[in-house]
């Protein structure tokens, strides 16, 4: 078996889950990498070259065998005279009984004045913690081991070029978290069983083997597809030999569900008030029909403001930034789009903000108070970061906040519904929203935006920023559409 440094990566990232590597090790077919993805590949790739560029000469070993560039890479540290680029450090090590080849190929190694490497990886990520990126530092001390193995001495130096340009320091505990987590996929390609991993919908949302595992959790009525039964209760549940929804259905009551210890960190919990709710769940989704809880808690107004935001996170840019603040009102007095972009330049991003601010002042001057219906938190969270960012002279964001409704909520609060999910692509669907592109998201939307940045042709950037328009219109339309079926209730 070939273990990698990717293979920390592929357990770690885009979410934690043993069963990737598994599937990667087996062949499994993935999906494509979608347009962010292949975003941040591309930026991390130009981030790596820029920072190649300011190190001066340096030994190329990119091309050619593993065994070819290892044994070329040995001989340059050998030498000790130039930084070495995409080497190759290949081990040996047996895993219960089972001999492994480690293969890494860090993106630089640097030789220092007392005769050792630095060793030196190149990534987009601002935040190194291992909070943050346990795979990066977990990937530079599998280095730093096959450094170790083969030269018999410790590098100098395991360190982070990160997406803020500086150099991070990460501590060598000589291969010991990197091994923890290659010693857990080993084991699980070599057992004879796939190993059991829940689904999720945030944790499966960007992962290549989505339709996979979904297809099948749905096949086999997985007890993970129930809203409310986390990662630490599906585990929980299966090692009581509950392992679908019917069976929780079947074997539990309100009572029994809710002593029911999980796994929640490195403690235990008990599923406690939850478990009215996660049975309501199961009985939606088991009989395949929505359960009215109560009445839902929408005030009546004969107008409503939809508000959806398109933002970037701070890898993307200097800031967290919010590049899209979309407004329309819905009802008996309908309004157009209202689109506040932050402009291309320097002050691009308190411009957008202050054309939010415009363009809610010319709303409540027509509407007076009116509800700013938004979905989930983000936008209330963003609207604070502004104020605290940029300040509120006219009270014209403090009006908006006092004003905001969050259906997400409401929604759950209303009605079961027989679906995984409460997220809005996932609800607008099943009230019958449809959308006329083909491509959406918000992450599709956030690489639409720095492609439009990045260009310099005026036509495709005015066509990219018309799709991501189209999109956050659309948002808004479907907000309303689910406004509109909770009134109905
Ligand atoms: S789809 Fe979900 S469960 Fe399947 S491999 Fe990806 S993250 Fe893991």
Redesign the pocket.
Known sequence: MRLTASDIYSYYRP?R?T??PY?KHKGVAEAEPGAYVQLILRLGERHEQSHLASLGTFADLRGGSIEERQATTLAEIKKGASIIYQGVLKATESIKGLSCEVVGIPDFMIPQANGTYAIRDSKMSRRITEDDHPEILRQLRLYGWLYERNIGRAPAELQVHSGTGQLIDVVYDHGKSAWQCLHEIAVNVEADQEPY?P??WS??DD?G??D???GLAEKTKDVALVEGVDQGLSIALRRMGIKTYPELLDKFNVESLSIVQKPHGAKMQRVGKKAESILRMATALARREEIIIEPPAVPRHENYVMFDLEGLPPQMDEIDKIYLWGMQVFGQKPGAFLPATSSFGEDGDREGWERFLTNSKAIFEEYGDIPFVHWASYEKTNLDKYVQRYGDEDGIAARVRTNLLDLLPITKRSVALPLPSYGLKVIEKYVGFKRTQEEYGGDWSMAKYIEAIETHDDKLRAQLMNEILTYNNEDLQATWAVLQWLLRK
């Open positions: 979410s889950c069963l990737r599937l991993e689904v999720g944790k499966c992962c083997f989505k996979r595992c979904w």
